[in-house]
C-alpha cells in the first residue's frame, strides 16, 4: 500500500537532549533509548469514514515522536498499518450498500490526503491487512503449533483463538484487572459470552469463513485474521522482534495494544515487546464524547473543504497535552488562527530577537513528554518580543520559522 509524500525537515543548530514519554505499562515517564534505528509502530485507520480531528491528534502525537527523534540524529523506522478488512468496514459497506473495498480504497485515500496537509511524516511502511494474509495466517499457525493458541469447540465455525495464559505477563500493559478487561473486550469488538472459550477476553486470531464474508485460503482453512494479530504480524515482520514504541489512542490500551503484544511475546518468547506503550488522549466537541454513532465528528477534509489552513488544524490540536483527554471547540480553532497569523508576520520580519534560547527551549519541552503546550508558548514570547521591540539579528526569524517547521511541523 502506498504511503503519502515525504516533507523535508530542515537541520537546526544546537543538540537537541533525549526524548522522554510517559509509558502506560509503567505509568511512568521514561526516557526513550534507541539505537541508530528508532522502531516504533502506531496502529492505523480502519477506513470506513473520515478522518476526524481524534484520528489527526493521535496521529500528530507521534509526528512528533518521529520529528524529535529525527532532530536526535535517530534513523526512524516507522511502520503504520491500514486495518483494510474488519467488522465496521463491512458493516458500513452493508449499510451504504457500497462495495467494501471500494469503500476502504476511497476512505484511505482520503487519509493520505489529510495526513499530507498536516504535514505527518509519512510512515516508512502503510501496509494493509489484506495485502498482509499471508504473513498474518502464518503466524497464528505458529501461535496454534506453540500451544499459545486453540480451536474453539465449534463444528460449523472452529476459530482459532490466542490463550491469554500463553504468557506469564498478560496484562502487564493496561494493569487492568479481570472485570474490567471482559467489559473492554465487549465493548471494543470481543466476544467474552462466546460459549467453549478458555477464558471470556481471549482473542480471536483467525475467523472461519461465513457465507457472505470476505475470506482468504491459508493452511488454517478459509477465513481472515483477528484485529490484534494484523499488528502484530505487520509490527514483527518489519521491525524485528522488539520495538521502541507502540503507539496509538487510549482507546487501544485494552485489548488491542494488551494482546498485539501477547501475540507477539508468545512467538518470541521476548519480553516487551515494546520498550514505550504510549497511548493519545481522546477529543470531545464541545464537551461531548465524539462518536460516528453520534454524527458529531469532526472531520478533517471538512475543514480542508472550508478552507481552514491545516497548520490552524495543527497548531489547535498541539495546544492541548498529546496524553489529556480535551475537547475540540470554536473558540480553539480561532485562537490557534490567530496564533499561526501572529507566528507568519513575527517570522517575516527582516530581524528579531535572537533565536537559540527560544529553540532549545522548544526543544527542552518537545522532550519532556511532548509538552506543545509549553513549546507553543515559548515560541508566542518570542513573537511578542519580536512584534514590540523588535530586534537586530537577522538571522534570528529565519531560523525560528525553520526550528518551528522541524519540530512542530508548522509550516509558517
Partial sequence: MQSWSPV????????APPLRLYDTASGEIRPTAPGSTARMYVCGITPYDATHIGHAATYLAFDL???LWRDAGHHVHYVQNVTDVDEPLLER???????????GMRETALFREDMESLRVLPPEHFIGAVESMAEISELVGKLLASGAAYRIDDPEYPDVYHDVSATADFGYESGYDADTMRALSAERGGDPDRPNKRNPVDALLWRMARPDEPSWDSELGRGRPGWHVECAAIALNRLGSQIDVQGGGSDLIFPHHEFGAAHAEALTGLHPFARHYCHAGMIALDGAKMSKSKGNLVFVSRL?????DPMAVRLALLAGHW????????ELLAEAQDRLAAWREATSLDAGPAAEDTIARLRTHLADDLDSPKALAAVDAWVREARTRRGTDPQAPRQLRAAIDALLGVLL
Fill in 8 to 15: 523535508p525537515l530542515s537541520p537546526i543548530p544546537g543538540s
Fill in 65 to 67: 515522536v518521529n520529528r
Fill in 93 to 103: 459497506a452493508q449499510r451504504d450498500q457500497d462495495d467494501w473495498v471500494v469503500l
Fill in 304 to 308: 480542508r473543504a472550508d478552507r481552514i
Fill in 323 to 330: 496524553r489529556a483527554d480535551r475537547s475540540w471547540e470554536r
